[in-house]
């Protein structure tokens, strides 16, 4: 990892100590861009990127693109397949990912460690294989009204083929899962939970250990959905009891393309292949196709090689700085940034849970979300706006979209600070 | 900057988004259709009273919006309101044009009314902001699927 440009320093004022975000934001060549900028008849200079919507996909570190190039150039073959020198090697740098991946979630097996495209495949292989195949019309999934879509559709197709039901746990007004309405939900023919493990929209922190628990305790399996968790905090599967769990690599700065299911060994081995192909298979015939044991039953075809790797590489990143310190820093952001946006009028927090990771979504009196996001974005601070992918979320606050700021390792106070300007800015603007 | 913000929300605009006229559901309307933009939540139902003579005699709409599209919708039921079904088709397939494509590649959709046309020019400011598109003809979207007699468009 000498290649981690990054150091840690020395603390500044009153900042969790020792974390450089200058350093940081030195390894991602991207913030250095402007937007914005015009020549012409009119020329005006780019504004410096606030980027604020790592929630929907984070920058990239110069030790992923680089990592990435470097193999494309030096080690690329396909993998699992060729004896010459370059597929062992570009196998072995695969299958090193994988390992990666089990000790980043603390896993029990690396085998249990299914590569997927992103969190969105991976929900969908548990939904296809795991749900299709072992559950039957009348039987009950438990989900939240906080999921993405990703955690809502798939299991909404297993409810149009097999005749499953939803049932759903309400969050309260803060946007905390209502754990006694979750209790309530249960009953016999309750056979999956899949719940988030980190709200995209209100931050909330779901308590991961204890839906488990709950749910073990009638012998219900749970996947949980942890694309945002894995990027704002520690995620230690084992502790946690998930059966399933699954994230994606581009939030985690890493490249598209390239998502995990983490799964329970003795699961998977019971679950049939979710799509078929090559590199899946221990032998076909016509007479009958026998199917490679996990994870390799689940990765048909040729997988994101080079993804595979800039995720390894990504996990590295986040390692050399240290999930406590990451964490230590988007709470003293989330902080900050609340207490600057609730200083303007007319402006509403949707999602206050204690302990919620560094989103903030929030709607102004007077003023579309839409609107909102393209006035500031002439400000050069880029917001997501919309529905977040989580319409029943929307519903259940009344609201129609939102604007949702996302925070990560690289961003700063100053940013905070140029997104709470820039509000005001939008509400002058429209006269709110 | 603020010149292109200006350009895309001019007053106009902003007034027909605060204040949007014919905001309300016309008790003899016979077309209605709805129209949705996934990307952002918004929905709009448009509302027609057709007469046997095609003529779109009352042209309303219910719903909630961005700045931009309930401007659009609220300036839609104004200049609709009075042209025959082919005359509103024409209007939404010119300003269509007006919002998505430079000068020189605009089409020839018949004969259209170009005292309308010249008002809704304050929309064409969403060229620059093709993610706005959407915005400004979703309410339009739904007043063809409604003339064509079917329930539901998305500005998708």
Same mark, same amino acid.
């Given at each position: 990892?000498?290649?981690?440009?990054?150091?840690?320093?020395?603390?500044?004022?009153?900042?969790?100590?020792?974390?450089?975000?200058?350093?940081?934001?030195?390894?991602?060549?991207?913030?250095?861009?402007?937007?914005?900028?015009?020549?012409?008849?009119?020329?005006?200079?780019?504004?410096?990127?606030?980027?604020?919507?790592?929630?929907?996909?984070?920058?990239?570190?110069?030790?992923?693109?680089?990592?990435?190039?470097?193999?494309?150039?030096?080690?690329?073959?396909?993998?699992?397949?060729?004896?010459?020198?370059?597929?062992?090697?570009?196998?072995?740098?695969?299958?090193?990912?994988?390992?990666?991946?089990?000790?980043?979630?603390?896993?029990?097996?690396?085998?249990?460690?299914?590569?997927?495209?992103?969190?969105?495949?991976?929900?969908?292989?548990?939904?296809?294989?795991?749900?299709?195949?072992?559950?039957?019309?009348?039987?009950?999934?438990?989900?939240?009204?906080?999921?993405?879509?990703?955690?809502?559709?798939?299991?909404?197709?297993?409810?149009?083929?097999?005749?499953?039901?939803?049932?759903?746990?309400?969050?309260?007004?803060?946007?905390?899962?209502?754990?006694?309405?979750?209790?309530?939900?249960?009953?016999?023919?309750?056979?999956?939970?899949?719940?988030?493990?980190?709200?995209?929209?209100?931050?909330?922190?779901?308590?991961?250990?204890?839906?488990?628990?709950?749910?073990?305790?009638?012998?219900?399996?749970?996947?949980?959905?942890?694309?945002?968790?894995?990027?704002?905090?520690?995620?230690?599967?084992?502790?946690?009891?998930?059966?399933?769990?699954?994230?994606?690599?581009?939030?985690?700065?890493?490249?598209?393309?390239?998502?995990?299911?983490?799964?329970?060994?003795?699961?998977?081995?019971?679950?049939?292949?979710?799509?078929?192909?090559?590199?899946?298979?221990?032998?076909?015939?016509?007479?009958?196709?026998?199917?490679?044991?996990?994870?390799?039953?689940?990765?048909?075809?040729?997988?994101?090689?080079?993804?595979?790797?800039?995720?390894?590489?990504?996990?590295?990143?986040?390692?050399?700085?240290?999930?406590?310190?990451?964490?230590?820093?988007?709470?003293?952001?989330?902080?900050?940034?609340?207490?600057?946006?609730?200083?303007?009028?007319?402006?509403?927090?949707?999602?206050?849970?204690?302990?919620?990771?560094?989103?903030?979504?929030?709607?102004?009196?007077?003023?579309?979300?839409?609107?909102?996001?393209?006035?500031?974005?002439?400000?050069?601070?880029?917001?997501?706006?919309?529905?977040?992918?989580?319409?029943?979320?929307?519903?259940?606050?009344?609201?129609?979209?939102?604007?949702?700021?996302?925070?990560?390792?690289?961003?700063?106070?100053?940013?905070?600070?140029?997104?709470?300007?820039?509000?005001?800015?939008?509400?002058?603007?429209?006269?709110? | 900057?603020?010149?292109?913000?200006?350009?895309?929300?001019?007053?106009?605009?902003?007034?027909?988004?605060?204040?949007?006229?014919?905001?309300?559901?016309?008790?003899?309307?016979?077309?209605?259709?709805?129209?949705?933009?996934?990307?952002?939540?918004?929905?709009?139902?448009?509302?027609?009273?057709?007469?046997?003579?095609?003529?779109?005699?009352?042209?309303?709409?219910?719903?909630?919006?961005?700045?931009?599209?309930?401007?659009? *919708?609220?300036?839609?039921?104004?200049?609709?309101? =009075?042209?025959?079904?082919?005359?509103? &088709? %024409?209007?939404? #397939? @010119?300003?269509?044009?007006?919002?998505?494509?430079?000068?020189?590649?605009?089409?020839?959709?018949?004969?259209?009314?170009?005292? *309308?046309?010249?008002?809704?020019?304050?929309?064409? =400011?969403?060229?620059?902001?093709?993610? &706005? %598109?959407?915005? #400004? @003809?979703?309410?339009?979207?739904?007043?063809?699927?409604?003339?064509?007699?079917?329930?539901?468009?998305?500005?998708?």
């Amino acid at each position: 990892m000498s290649d981690i440009a990054h150091t840690l320093a020395k603390d500044s004022g009153g900042r969790p100590a020792g974390y450089d975000v200058e350093r940081i934001r030195a390894d991602f060549p991207i913030l250095s861009r402007t937007v914005h900028e015009r020549t012409g008849k009119k020329p005006q200079p780019g504004k410096p990127l606030v980027y604020l919507d790592s929630g929907a996909s984070a920058q990239k570190p110069r030790h992923v693109i680089d990592t990435m190039t470097r193999f494309l150039e030096e080690d690329y073959a396909n993998i699992h397949r060729g004896v010459h020198f370059l597929s062992q090697r570009a196998t072995d740098r695969f299958e090193a990912v994988r390992d990666k991946v089990a000790a980043f979630l603390n896993a029990p097996s690396r085998d249990g460690i299914v590569f997927t495209r992103n969190a969105t495949e991976a929900i969908n292989l548990v939904a296809s294989s795991y749900a299709r195949t072992f559950l039957e019309r009348g039987d009950e999934i438990i989900v939240s009204v906080m999921e993405h879509h990703a955690n809502i559709v798939p299991w909404q197709l297993v409810q149009m083929e097999k005749g499953v039901v939803l049932k759903v746990v309400p969050v309260d007004e803060a946007g905390v899962l209502d754990l006694d309405a979750y209790r309530a939900l249960f009953g016999p023919r309750t056979k999956l939970v899949a719940l988030t493990h980190c709200s995209n929209v209100l931050g909330t922190v779901t308590p991961a250990k204890e839906i488990v628990r709950i749910a073990h305790e009638r012998g219900v399996p749970v996947l949980l959905d942890g694309s945002q968790a894995v990027v704002h905090s520690t995620v230690d599967v084992q502790d946690i009891g998930a059966d399933f769990y699954v994230f994606t690599g581009h939030k985690l700065y890493g490249p598209t393309g390239i998502g995990v299911l983490c799964a329970r060994l003795d699961l998977l081995k019971k679950m049939p292949p979710f799509m078929g192909g090559g590199d899946m298979i221990q032998s076909v015939s016509f007479n009958g196709t026998t199917f490679k044991e996990p994870p390799m039953r689940f990765e048909p075809g040729t997988p994101p090689i080079a993804e595979a790797i800039g995720l390894g590489a990504a996990i590295d990143y986040v390692e050399s700085i240290g999930r406590e310190a990451i964490a230590a820093h988007e709470h003293d952001l989330l902080t900050y940034a609340t207490k600057r946006l609730t200083e303007i009028e007319g402006l509403r927090i949707i999602g206050t849970a204690p302990g919620k990771a560094a989103i903030i979504s929030f709607v102004v009196d007077g003023v579309h979300p839409h609107d909102l996001g393209t006035v500031v974005d002439q400000y050069g601070v880029a917001v997501r706006v919309g529905q977040h992918c989580a319409e029943p979320l929307m519903e259940r606050f009344g609201v129609g979209s939102t604007a949702r700021a996302s925070f990560a390792l690289y961003n700063t106070r100053a940013e905070a600070d140029a997104l709470a300007d820039a509000v005001k800015a939008v509400k002058e603007f429209f006269g709110a | 900057m603020m010149d292109e913000l200006r350009e895309l929300y001019q007053e106009v605009i902003l007034d027909h988004g605060k204040n949007p006229r014919n905001l309300r559901h016309p008790p003899d309307a016979n077309r209605m259709a709805r129209g949705e933009n996934p990307m952002c939540g918004d929905k709009f139902t448009v509302y027609l009273k057709v007469n046997p003579d095609r003529i779109v005699e009352d042209v309303a709409f219910e719903g909630r919006g961005c700045a931009i599209s309930t401007a659009s *919708a609220s300036m839609m039921t104004e200049l609709v309101k =009075g042209k025959t079904e082919e005359e509103a &088709r %024409v209007l939404f #397939a @010119t300003f269509h044009d007006l919002c998505t494509k430079d000068e020189d590649e605009h089409h020839d959709h018949g004969p259209v009314d170009e005292e *309308a046309l010249e008002k809704l020019m304050v929309l064409s =400011g969403v060229r620059q902001f093709p993610v &706005r %598109v959407k915005c #400004a @003809t979703l309410a339009w979207h739904a007043m063809s699927a409604a003339i064509e007699g079917e329930d539901k468009a998305s500005s998708e």
